[in-house]
């Protein structure tokens, strides 16, 4: 019964070691994926150093670089708390082998003692010699036996039992190793992230003294934006009755013409074929496992209302996510899909609109475009050259829409 319980008690440490392992092992990653984000933006702002910056990037760059290393910290936090339980845990368990083993070897030397005394094998014998009768020295034989067998398996469970506790000791300190130096790095990054917020703060402060000029960057920066999104709902409605007008058209009976009744389609909704039906299907299958749309880089802004950095009164709204890529980066397509439409939006640059059944992904601010409307692409084809600004950033917008209804990206490419 005790080998029984000392073999449920093993597993059920395994099991719980294992667990943490894993989710340190999943918090070390999102820890690596941070780090790399963090290297990529001071690569990217080293290459656009030379570059004159606006106040209003110069503010928008420090925030993004904020924004992630305090999400580095708090997964910092939660692998030092999780180290804690861990070791919490193990010192408990460590306590109770100490327990357990100081009792077994207490009873071992009991049985080693009183096994003294009946060394002789002559004595064993006349025990069994002096027995009334045939049955109860068969008994006694038995007894001797047994007695024998437990004297050898108290002597191997206090041997299992010490190397689990070496075990545990082993485990305990690499912990306490790994604990001081993820203490050691998060005390790194709060200094890098107390100097970052101070520069944010001078930076906040000169800003305000050119009130005016940053309020005219972030007026032309909306008003862009806007009509962004005006041109880009305007070709979705365009795309949607163009491709509802040709499946009309196909579906009609020959010789026949439909009735402007008939021949009316909605502009918010796609009449899919049996065959858009199955690369839409196929494409929301595919949710949280699209492609990136560039190769390298990271996400500085994503999709919906966030806070001006200088005036956290003042609130901002994204449509999709905006990505900062390397200089002369390329877009490249996220699924399997057809290029509905090539955009140029007045007084700014070019988009290019890919449908997938009834999805829409957007890839917005190219200088150069590589395809043409109703070309066929797939994921990783090249749709055209990213722009790079005055200030040396090369950034492009990526919108996803079900019809005429915004999506956020964030939830359809991978983390």
């Known amino acids: 019964m005790r080998i029984f319980f000392f073999t449920l008690l093993f597993f059920s440490l395994s099991v719980s070691i294992a667990q943490h392992s894993k989710k340190q092992k999943e918090l070390e990653n999102q820890k690596k994926a941070l780090l790399a984000q963090i290297q990529e933006m001071s690569a990217l702002r080293s290459q656009q150093a030379q570059e004159r910056q606006t106040l209003s990037s110069q503010i928008q760059e420090l925030s993004e670089k904020i924004q992630t290393r305090s999400q580095l910290i708090r997964i910092t936090n939660h692998q030092a708390n999780l180290l804690n339980q861990q070791i919490?845990?193990?010192?408990?368990?460590?306590?109770?082998?100490?327990?357990?083993l100081a009792s077994l070897k207490k009873s071992y030397a009991n049985v080693i003692a009183q096994s003294y005394k009946t060394r002789s094998r002559r004595s064993q014998w006349l025990y069994i010699l002096a027995s009334e009768d045939f049955a109860q020295g068969y008994k006694r034989l038995k007894y001797i036996q047994q007695y024998s067998q437990y004297r050898k398996n108290q002597a191997l469970e206090i041997q299992e039992k010490n190397q689990l506790l070496k075990q545990f000791n082993d485990s305990l300190s690499l912990q306490y190793k790994y604990q001081q130096q993820i203490l050691s790095e998060n005390q790194k990054e709060q200094s890098k992230l107390s100097q970052e917020k101070k520069e944010q703060e001078l930076l906040v402060a000169s800003i305000k003294k050119?009130?005016?000029?940053?309020?005219?960057?972030?007026?032309?920066?909306?008003?862009?934006?806007?009509?962004?999104?005006?041109?880009?709902?305007?070709l979705i409605r365009m795309a949607i009755a163009e491709a509802n007008a040709k499946k009309a058209k196909s579906s009609a009976p020959k010789g026949k013409n439909k009735s402007s009744s008939e021949a009316t389609h909605t502009d918010r909704t796609f009449d899919l074929t049996p065959e858009g039906k199955a690369l839409s299907s196929d494409f929301e299958a595919n949710k949280g496992k699209l492609i990136w749309p560039i190769e390298r880089g990271y996400k500085s802004q994503g999709f919906g209302t966030y806070d001006?950095?200088?005036?956290?009164?003042?609130?901002?709204?994204?449509?999709?996510i905006t990505l900062v890529a390397p200089r002369g980066s390329e877009a490249r397509c996220v699924f399997n899909g057809e290029v509905s439409a090539v955009i140029s939006v007045p007084g700014g640059n070019k988009a290019v609109q890919v449908r997938h059944g009834n999805f829409i992904t957007i890839y917005y601010n190219l200088?150069?475009?590589?395809?043409?409307?109703?070309q066929k692409v797939f994921p990783k084809t090249p749709l055209g050259r990213i722009f790079t600004d005055s200030e040396g950033k090369t950034e492009m917008k990526f919108f996803v829409y079900k019809n005429t209804n915004k999506l956020n990206p964030e939830h359809w490419i991978r983390e």
């Open 88 to 100: 919490k845990e193990n010192q408990q368990q460590i306590n109770s082998l100490e327990s357990d």
């Open 210 to 234: 050119k009130e005016s000029d940053y309020a005219e960057q972030i007026r032309k920066k909306q008003a862009q934006a806007n009509k962004i999104d005006k041109e880009i709902d305007r």
């Open 308 to 320: 001006d950095p200088v005036y956290p009164d003042l609130k901002h709204y994204n449509n999709g």
């Open 367 to 374: 200088i150069e475009v590589f395809v043409s409307k109703g």
